[in-house]
């Protein structure tokens, strides 16, 4: 049977210039039984195109089908035909739009190059380095034959031998594309992705591309390949704030370039790709499969021998001590966002921004980036869940003065501007901001809080708990879901929403719902958004946009400066009074753990999540002097990376910001001072019975018992105008009748309290001349007690200080023998001396005889009357039934009302 031969390339040393198609194989033998032609590079079996022909087209004899012609037509001279058709239709396209799209291209600007511009630095608040790419920038001949390897291995293998695009990879890639319906595969060289990163922005369109291919032709003119090679691993991004290969040679294995073993420069070439997948930082296990792949590539390419591989792949991934780490680690984060920012604000790229010689100026306070580090790495301020993973995390604090950004930290890459579901900690913005200033609640502002089907939606409180009739400010502190959308169905979602914009939390036309009110967005909030909020009500309500960056400067001319005046959000009384409610989520609410704090703190958690498993935890706060916020969450979205059950708002990030907020302050001089009460804040005592039992917001007046008198805070337009009635109206009308020896005592009664008539008897006891006035303890009734102040009244005598020290008690009270008998003879108009007149007892007695509840309306209790010889009164008290405060009784003052006085004391004691 005749054969096609394969060309075939001999061995080839490590210097000789290789094939661009050439990859070892594996051995194949036909069914004819033909043996394996060919060898590669290392001594491997190739398969030879007789045997390849005889496996598809041979039967069962060894001869080919009988359509064998008919398809041997199509493959030597159709398809050739096709396939040359699509090419040059391809190339023509491609001639059309190269030519359009590069009419008005940039040109290349030797400046943007990294090692060739001059470099910026950022600077921290107190003027020190924060960052100096300079420092990390590698020369031409720093550049190692791994590293180089590594790299053109894995990211483009003819970069040798194209002129800054790869036609054969572009027909690969459109392919694909075609195939797929769209952009899936770029196909650029390292020339390409050199001026992406520096020149370009980041879209993926035709015109971007065709510009990005022009520009690359001119670096190739003007620069060797190991200059662009160089280029490119300076402009690189390695995770984690690490720009360049030295930055991430240093952060990954602590070492130079020079140093660097063939596994570890195929470490960095296999990061570039995903870095937040493959960085040895962010998952080991990931960076290693990343690296064995760049290896066997190597491999494959002639770079390094099979055994070589094998023992490279076999090989641990060392990083370097944590030690030699923690300083990058501490600030790169917040270097990232300032990159982040300043491409914001100026428009420029990384690449412009990084070697276009500016001065950046920041916000950053190294001590409250290191505090604020050590918190959210130390251990016991977060939690693993089941599966032993630990939350992804983020801190974020701010001057209130400047709205300037001090700290920053995360463990995720971009989380300064990563959007998040915020939950309750979006409430003071999306609902109780704006509810002041309609004039739709304030502080104590009643509301129902159970279970409510607002339309379809139904929204329940934190472990599905109620609170019945509460409060604004408790509904707040408390984080109450109900409550909360029934204000925003007060305000409205428009005037929400509006709210919302004018302090630049971003949300859409899809947002305006009731489901707003529980901090649901269609994008989230990003936490620098959120740090706005708060900022702004330290500030009594002026929104000043937090950022990290002060001032860029450039040749001495000012670039951009911070806008430090700021805008009028809400009015400094209502901003005074949200946070007054807030500061009582500190001291009994949601944000409890901050309550030891020595000074005025205010903040609000939030927790997002389902019944089963949360996925983000906020804890937001603020003194007169700085904001905060602490997220732990879940950043994967993955099932296995679920927060723990305990893991809320108000635990471990709370925590978390309580150890911040001690670590900031830690060997201060001063504490923060008070948040400072604008002038148009009043102050006055409500009725919180009346409130909370009635939903009735009024003044409290002396009436009303000490313990419900409650002091809130209003401004001076919103405080209430009338006085409660609930405790001046509890007895009223109260009056007694005496016919037949029966009283009758009527009075109006209220159904939330309970009425206890007592009669009051006085009663008059004569005893033997020259004896002891006591009258005899077993004539008296059981329930008797006797006031020794009456009895000195009927003696007409002050009562002396014996008697008044016994006021009350039970049993008799008598008076000096000397001061009874100068009475009576006083009473009976006689001079006799004291020894010849008998001794004459006025006491009293007090017994229960009524009891009625929970009745509304004109009460009436009868009672029996004893004999003439006595006075009769009848005394009501009034208690509530219904106590919320402390589960006890509350006896409220009452009135005595008087039936009738028969009593003649000289009629009396001439009787007698």
Not at 655 to 668: C, I, P, Q, T, Y
Not at 808 to 816: F, H
């Amino acid at each position: 049977m005749k054969r096609y031969k394969l060309k075939k390339y001999d061995t080839m040393d490590s210097k000789a210039k290789k094939p661009d198609n050439h990859r070892p194989s594996v051995p194949y033998s036909s069914n004819a039984g033909g043996k394996s032609t060919g060898h590669s590079r290392h001594g491997k079996k190739t398969l030879s195109r007789g045997g390849l022909d005889e496996a598809i087209f041979s039967g069962k004899d060894g001869n080919f089908p009988v359509k064998r012609k008919r398809k041997r037509f199509y493959y030597a001279v159709t398809l050739p035909l096709l396939i040359v058709f699509i090419l040059a239709t391809a190339f023509a396209t491609f001639g059309a739009l190269y030519a359009a799209a590069t009419v008005s291209a940039v040109s290349l600007d030797k400046a943007l190059l990294p090692a060739y511009g001059s470099a910026s630095v950022i600077y921290d608040a107190d003027g020190g380095e924060l960052y100096n790419p300079s420092n990390v920038l590698m020369s031409v001949d720093e550049l190692t034959e791994p590293l180089k390897n590594a790299f053109i291995a894995t990211e483009d293998k003819r970069f040798y031998r194209h002129k800054g695009y790869d036609v054969k990879r572009i027909i690969g890639a459109s392919l694909k594309n075609l195939k797929a319906k769209h952009l899936k595969e770029g196909a650029s060289t390292i020339s390409q992705q050199l001026i992406k990163n520096t020149h370009l922005s980041g879209e993926r369109t035709i015109n971007r591309k065709l510009k990005e291919i022009k520009l690359a032709r001119e670096l190739e003119k003007n620069f060797k390949k190991e200059e662009i090679l160089t280029m490119y691993l300076n402009a690189a991004y390695f995770g984690k704030g690490k720009y360049g290969a030295k930055s991430a040679a240093r952060a990954f294995f602590g070492k130079d370039i020079a140093e660097m073993s063939i596994s570890e420069c195929a470490v960095l070439a296999g990061t570039v790709k995903s870095p937040a997948t493959y960085s040895p930082l962010a998952s080991v296990q990931n960076s290693t499969e990343r690296r064995n792949l760049v290896l066997r590539l190597m491999y494959e390419q002639g770079y390094i021998s099979e055994s070589e591989k094998n023992a490279f792949t076999a090989e641990k991934l060392i990083l370097a001590p944590s030690s030699d780490t923690d300083e990058n680690e501490i600030y790169s984060p917040y270097a990232s966002a300032v990159l982040a920012e300043a491409r914001a604000l100026t428009g420029l790229s990384k690449s412009e921004l990084l070697n276009g010689g500016f001065k950046i100026y920041t916000y950053m306070s190294s001590s409250s980036q290191a505090a604020l580090y050590e918190v959210l790495t130390r251990d016991g301020l977060h939690l693993v869940n089941d599966g032993q993973i630990a939350p992804s995390v983020l801190g974020i604090t701010a001057d209130n003065r400047t709205a300037g950004i001090t700290a920053f930290y995360s463990d995720v890459f971009g989380a300064a501007e990563m959007r998040r579901q915020a939950g309750s900690a979006l409430k003071p913005f999306s609902v109780y901001a704006p509810a002041l200033e309609r004039g739709i609640i304030n502080a104590a502002t009643p509301v129902v809080d159970v279970r409510t089907d607002f339309g379809g939606f139904n929204p329940k409180n934190f472990r599905d708990v109620y609170y019945g009739m509460t409060t604004a400010r408790e509904s707040i502190a408390k984080s109450m879901n109900v409550p909360a959308v029934k204000f925003l169905s007060a305000t409205g979602t428009d005037a929400a929403a509006a709210f919302l914009r004018r302090i630049e939390i971003r949300i859409s036309d899809g947002d305006k719902s009731l489901a707003l009110a529980l901090g649901a967005t269609a994008n989230g909030t990003s936490p620098t958004e959120l740090l706005g909020g708060y900022v702004m009500l330290a500030r009594g309500g002026n929104f000043l946009r937090p950022t990290f960056i002060s001032e860029i400067v450039r040749g001495g001319k000012l670039i951009y400066a911070k806008d430090t005046a700021g805008q009028t959000a809400m009015s400094a009384e209502n901003a005074y009074i949200l946070t007054d409610m807030l500061k009582d989520a500190v001291k009994r609410g949601t944000a409890k753990a901050l309550s030891a704090l020595p000074y005025d703190v205010a903040a609000k958690t939030g927790t997002v999540g389902t019944e089963n498993s949360n996925s983000d935890a906020w804890s937001c706060a603020y003194t007169s002097a700085f904001s905060a916020i602490i997220w732990h969450g879940n950043a994967t979205g993955s099932k296995e990376s679920t927060l723990a059950a305990a893991e809320s708002g108000g635990s471990y990030a709370t925590s978390a910001v309580r150890e911040l907020f001690k670590s900031m302050h830690d060997g201060a001089l001063t504490y923060p001072e008070a948040f400072v009460r604008p002038d148009g804040i009043r102050e006055c005592y409500i009725d919180k019975f009346a409130l909370l039992k009635f939903g009735t917001l009024a003044l409290a007046p002396d009436s009303v018992p000490e313990k419900y008198r409650q002091k809130e805070i209003f401004s001076e337009s919103g405080m209430p105008e009338t006085n409660s009635a609930v405790f001046s109206e509890i007895l009223t009308n109260a009056s007694a009748d005496y016919t037949d020896r029966t009283a009758r005592i009527r009075f109006d009664a209220k159904a939330y309290a309970a009425y206890d008539v007592f009669r009051i008897d006085k009663h008059v006891s004569v005893n033997s001349l020259n004896t002891a006035a006591y009258p005899i303890a077993t004539q008296l009734p059981a329930c008797a007690r006797f006031s020794c102040s009456a009895l000195a009244r009927y003696n007409n005598l002050p009562p002396p200080s014996a008697a008044r020290s016994l006021t009350n008690l039970s049993g008799i009270c008598p008076l000096p023998s000397v001061a009874r008998s100068s009475a009576l003879a006083r009473y009976n108009n006689l001079h006799l001396p004291c020894s010849a007149r008998p001794s004459v007892t006025v006491y009293e007695t007090r017994t229960p005889v009524g009891h009625i509840e929970g009745f509304t309306g004109r009460a009436e209790v009868e009672v029996y009357v004893f004999p003439d010889n006595a006075s009769v009164e009848f005394e009501i008290i009034p208690s509530l039934i219904d106590d919320f405060q402390s589960g006890e009784e509350t006896v409220l003052r009452g009135t005595r009302v008087s039936v009738y006085a028969a009593f003649d004391p000289e009629e009396f004691i001439r009787d007698r």
